[in-house]
């Protein structure tokens, strides 16, 4: 005999809505537990027994304390590809979806050589190479456990993306890509949001730069000035009240055509510009 996981989901929705763990938050990880979908449980739930409801509350004060649900169960959604997840990458953004999005819409399929810079699990270097088969992609972190997240994604979703591990691209060839994408660390370390729902949890270095958050952004538009060919193209997610240093930086170093792009939420998110 066991408990109906209905039951218990109306049981743990009571007693913790005040908490970070919502409904929608037991529903996904009593979904995970058993493989039923999210209309069988509540048309025929499923008896969970003893073993599963203590890996169940377990879940649940997880997320209490403000873990993040897709680190408890190790998987997100982004774009359209499913991704492993671990506190050794940030979990990807809807946010970040919209950078995606953009650079789809101005490039078809013609073969290029592209880079993500800072892949972490690879969302955005998985999400392109998903699209353009024909695209030859690399994807770069200083991070062999970021990389190592990476590769099992790169293995699970059966694509050809090329791993790096450089401190940015230091130890890249001049004029080696037609695109370069990066959403490098760009929260200052005073910012109040690291003290955020499921932002507590996550790795430091991925989120903080020196400078007001500006320091590794400034650092790629250096760089990538080099690593890029002629008329290859940046992009850079950032916060939205840098876009205006961003700009002024890029024309510092002789980027032309530079464009601010807006996410979902109407806020300023990705530049992108073109070398001479």
């Not at 990807?92 to 995606?100: G, K």
């Not at 059966?158 to 037609?178: G, M, Q, T, Y």
């Not at 003290?195 to 952004?217: H, Q, R, T, Y």
């Not at 002789?254 to 464009?259: A, L, R, S």
Request: proline share 3%.
């Amino acid at each position: 005999m066991g408990v109906s996981a209905l039951d218990l989901l109306r049981e743990q929705t009571l007693l913790n809505k005040s908490t970070f763990c919502q409904v929608v938050d037991i529903e996904a990880m009593i979904i995970s537990l058993t493989g039923v979908d999210r209309a069988k449980l509540y048309s025929d739930p499923p008896l969970l027994n003893k073993d599963k409801i203590l890996v169940l509350l377990a879940m649940i004060d997880r997320r209490i304390s403000g873990v993040s649900l897709a680190y408890i169960l190790e998987k997100k959604g982004f774009w359209n590809i499913d991704l492993k997840v671990n506190e050794n990458v940030l979990v990807p953004r809807p946010e970040t979806e919209t950078l995606i999005e953009l650079i789809l819409e101005q490039y078809g399929n013609n073969k290029l050589t592209m880079l993500d810079a800072g892949t972490g699990s690879g969302a955005i270097a998985l999400a392109l190479s998903h699209e353009r088969k024909r695209w030859d992609v690399f994807a770069l972190d200083c991070s062999s456990k970021a990389l190592s997240v990476a590769r099992e994604n790169i293995f699970n979703l059966n694509l050809k993306v090329k791993l790096i591990r450089s401190k940015w691209l230091e130890c890249l060839s001049d004029s080696a890509f037609d695109l370069i994408v990066s959403n490098p660390p760009y929260i200052d370390s005073s910012d109040e949001r690291l003290k955020g729902d499921g932002v507590l949890f996550e790795p430091l270095e991925a989120l903080v730069s020196d400078n007001e958050g500006l320091d590794d952004l400034y650092k790629l538009i250096r760089s990538s000035r080099r690593c890029l060919k002629p008329k290859g193209n940046l992009y850079l997610e950032h916060a939205p009240e840098q876009s205006q240093d961003i700009r002024l930086y890029m024309e510092k170093y002789e980027y032309t055509d530079i464009n601010l792009c807006k996410d979902l939420n109407g806020d300023d998110r990705i530049t992108f510009a073109t070398t001479n």
